[in-house]
């Protein structure tokens, strides 16, 4: 197993556009989750899902974020009409169920809004 | 609901020892501890779920005091390769278990 994948590693789009990323988790792992990082910041929670159901999805989060898992396989975020304050790491991890593991972070897709 | 985490930043020369701590306002039911290096994603340290539980991994281990809501990270003998960004990351009691990480501590190991 490579560990977590995450597609593409660096974006760049101009403000307005949608934007889509894509995660492939640890095949054992049915927890796959979204956060986004900022320079000097600690990861901030998007949502997570088990199998292919989204459990929780962070109350920061605007209607222009939406993430699905069909299939309970790879995962995709899309930002729509993206702004300047999207620009950040995104970072996908993934894990066993329950609350008793800890996560295997992917190396991210970092996104530039200019 | 975010940890915070003390202190912000610690510059140790090898083999010296650091404790890097991490406090909630909520009742908690597990703490992560997570070491990031620079451009690099968080790598998994430890998770601790019971009140009073210590744990070690290496030269590095942390406990878990349930009461006060707080867990500490022992870095001893400290290595260049220890070197990086420390993240707690908490799961609240009663939550639907997603993991809120704090700000983080950067730790710089010199020779």
């Known amino acids: 197993d490579t560990g977590v994948s995450q597609n593409p590693r660096h974006k760049i789009t101009k403000r307005g556009q949608n934007v889509t990323f894509r995660c492939d988790p640890i095949?054992?792992?049915?927890?796959l989750y979204w956060y986004r990082q900022t320079l000097g910041q600690g990861p901030e929670f998007l949502t997570y899902f088990q199998n292919e159901a989204q459990l929780e999805k962070s109350r920061l989060l605007s209607d222009r974020f939406s993430a699905e898992r069909p299939k309970g396989s790879f995962s995709t975020l899309e930002i729509q009409r993206t702004e300047q304050g999207d620009s950040a790491m995104y970072l996908c991890?993934?894990?066993?169920?329950?609350?008793?593991?800890?996560?295997?972070f992917g190396s991210g897709t970092r996104l530039t809004v200019v | 609901q975010q940890p915070v985490q003390s202190p912000q930043a610690v510059i140790l020369r090898e083999g010296e020892d650091a404790v890097i701590n991490c406090s909630s306002s909520?009742?908690?039911?597990?703490v992560h501890w997570y070491r990031q290096k620079h451009g690099e994603a968080p790598v998994f340290l430890m998770i601790?779920?019971?009140?009073?539980e210590q744990k070690g991994h290496e030269k590095i281990s942390a406990s878990f005091n349930e009461k006060k809501q707080q867990s500490s990270l022992y870095l001893t003998a400290s290595q260049l390769s220890y070197s990086g960004t420390y993240f707690c990351?908490?799961?609240?009691?009663?939550?639907?278990?997603?993991?809120?990480f704090g700000k983080g501590t950067k730790l710089s190991v010199k020779p």
């Open positions: 601790l779920l019971k009140g009073g």
């Open positions: 095949s054992e792992h049915n927890r």
């Open positions: 990351g908490t799961v609240l009691r009663g939550s639907q278990g997603n993991l809120i």
């Open positions: 991890a993934s894990s066993f169920p329950g609350q008793t593991f800890g996560y295997t």
């Open positions: 909520k009742a908690l039911y597990s």
